[in-house]
């Protein structure tokens, strides 16, 4: 093989990868894969726009003073992903600081990040972050030039369908079925006139690269469905040496009933699986499924500490699309909470990818009346 064209190849499969993560990062409010930070509390570790590969919690092993990790905060910035070190580890939960802070997180009005608020650790190699310069930059220019872009279609066509991470869903979606359509009025064009160099290049625009781009917009929509109303949420609250009628207000040493609501957030139905993720907590029933258009509640209890003081509890909130049975999903969950989302994903994108190729076909679309081949022959060519 052609050391240059193998050379080409890995370097664009690495920029896919690269933008897919991105991508799937943007759409599901997750750092995954490469994040970056917006200000400067990190400096100068990390400036603001400077990028960092975001290992994810469940593969970056225990998390040790030292270490750079992106937690949700509870009042930091009112709430949101940040990206601080680890300086301290009490019993409550992590003690965090930007490198560029005089003072600790929680020496302002930040509590102890519990495990479960920890979402990614920053990649370090000998003690240092591996740092990609500028790398948000970069991104930040192309989401306002998206987000631009959706603004101004939205206005136009008079609807609001094409804003948010939805909207850029759709616009990529129609991307793909433009670079279609035009690729194969180029080929067809070019049918009866073509040399072998031609050939060549109008093969790295094929029904598959489109077909493949369609399903992983189409996958990232379907996790981002799951994901994003997903994930921790926190209940703040004061044990007091007095009852209150306020409900973040304890007695201390007694516990209190919170109702948390899930929604399924659309049509289809949805199960939810609650679990605490501090020790101050429970949470009844752990499981629920949610019919499409509905809501169910769970009850969380709180237990205030013997001590007063502001405390803070949080849970956990699993969601899946009631595409599989319920009894697979709770199966798949207790060997990875990931695992359900993996495999209704890999349901749904083969299941499209055979859908399309159905319809739209494996080869080139020549809008003459020469007749295709069947829909197993085409197949029987896709896999050589």
């Known amino acids: 093989m052609n050391p240059t064209r193998l050379l080409?190849?890995?370097?664009?499969?690495?920029?896919?990868?690269?933008?897919?993560?991105?991508?799937?990062?943007?759409?599901?409010?997750?750092?995954?894969?490469?994040?970056?930070?917006?200000?400067g509390s990190m400096s100068p570790t990390l400036e603001p726009g400077d990028g960092f590969i975001a290992v994810p919690t469940a593969v970056a092993g225990p998390i040790e003073p030292g270490d750079v990790i992106v937690f949700d905060a509870v009042n930091i910035h009112d709430g949101g992903l940040v990206t601080h070190r680890v300086v301290g580890e009490t019993e409550s939960g992590y003690i965090t600081r930007g490198d560029a802070n005089p003072v600790t997180d929680q020496d302002g009005e930040e509590p102890p990040v519990d495990p479960g608020r920890v979402e990614a650790t920053a990649l370090q190699v000998g003690g240092d972050v591996v740092v990609i310069p500028g790398f948000g930059t970069v991104v930040s220019g192309a989401s306002g030039l998206i987000e631009s872009l959706q603004q101004f279609l939205a206005s136009t066509l008079g609807t609001r369908a094409l804003l948010g991470t939805q909207g850029a869903a759709y616009l990529v979606f129609?991307?793909?079925?433009?670079?279609?359509?035009?690729?194969?009025?180029?080929?067809?064009?070019?049918?009866?006139?073509?040399?072998?160099?031609?050939?060549?290049?109008?093969?790295?625009?094929?029904?598959?690269?489109?077909?493949?781009?369609?399903?992983v917009v189409l996958i990232l929509a379907v996790t981002a469905s799951m994901v994003v109303p997903a994930g921790v949420h926190t209940f703040q609250f004061v044990s007091s040496e007095v009852a209150s009628g306020n409900p973040s207000v304890i007695q201390q040493g007694t516990a209190s009933n919170v109702t948390y609501v899930v929604p399924s957030n659309g049509p289809i139905?949805?199960?939810?699986?609650?679990?605490?993720?501090?020790?101050?907590?429970?949470?009844?029933?752990?499981?629920?499924?949610?019919?499409?258009?509905?809501?169910?509640?769970?009850?969380?209890?709180?237990?205030?500490?013997?001590?007063?003081?502001?405390?803070t509890e949080s849970i956990r909130e699993h969601r899946y699309l009631a595409l599989l049975p319920t009894g697979v999903i709770l199966t798949l969950y207790a060997v990875h909470p990931w695992l359900p989302i993996v495999v209704t994903d890999v349901l749904l994108g083969v299941g499209f990818i055979v859908v399309a190729v159905a319809l739209i076909g494996i080869d080139p679309i020549r809008l003459d009346r020469r007749r295709r081949a069947p829909l197993r022959v085409r197949i029987r060519r896709w896999f050589k």
């Open 8 to 39: 080409t190849g890995l370097l664009t499969i690495i920029a896919v990868l690269i933008a897919v993560s991105i991508l799937a990062g943007a759409v599901l409010g997750q750092p995954i894969g490469i994040s970056y930070v917006e200000t």
């Open 269 to 311: 139905p949805v199960v939810g699986v609650i679990e605490p993720a501090s020790s101050g907590v429970s949470v009844s029933p752990q499981t629920v499924t949610v019919p499409g258009g509905e809501t169910a509640n769970v009850t969380v209890t709180i237990q205030a500490p013997p001590e007063t003081g502001v405390y």
């Open 174 to 215: 129609g991307f793909g079925v433009v670079t279609y359509v035009l690729a194969s009025l180029a080929e067809t064009a070019g049918s009866r006139r073509r040399d072998r160099r031609t050939s060549r290049w109008s093969g790295y625009v094929t029904p598959q690269t489109v077909i493949g781009a369609m399903a």
